[in-house]
């Protein structure tokens, strides 16, 4: 079974930057794409950004687009979000995720498709 474990969250200043790990054990992640979602209060949960782990494509929301940059290093089975130009609107609990290779590239955007969920990471903005 895939297990999640993310790290990295903290408080930082508008402007600033924050890089966050995820760590996966339990199987191999070939054929998977992991992405990082993110919950603000009273908000649903939202995608930020997806990477297929066996070729590195990589696909961004709009508000990340410019300022994250999503990674992966295949020897460590970690997935990094580099974010910087931090805004208190990126204020939220990060979740790394994971699924299955899916046909359609809206699909990913649906934190329901996803199979296997970290336990989250605070990260606060402050303006």
């Known amino acids: 079974q895939l297990e999640l474990v993310e790290s990295g969250g903290g408080l930082v200043e508008a402007g600033g930057s924050l890089r966050l790990s995820c760590s996966a054990s339990g199987r191999t992640l070939s054929g998977l794409t992991m992405a990082w979602f993110r919950q603000a209060p009273g908000k649903d949960r939202r995608f930020v950004a997806r990477?297929?782990?066996?070729?590195?494509?990589?696909d961004y929301d709009d508000s990340a687009k410019g300022r994250f940059t999503i990674s992966r290093d295949n020897g460590k089975n970690t997935v990094f979000l580099q974010m910087n130009s931090l805004k208190p609107e990126d204020t939220a609990v990060y979740y790394c995720?994971?699924?299955?290779?899916?046909?359609?590239?809206?699909?990913?955007?649906?934190?329901?498709?996803?199979?296997?969920w970290g336990q989250g990471t605070q990260v606060t903005v402050s303006s």
């Open positions: 990477i297929q782990w066996t070729n590195a494509n990589t």
């Open positions: 995720a994971a699924v299955r290779n899916l046909a359609s590239r809206r699909a990913y955007y649906s934190g329901a498709n996803y199979g296997a």
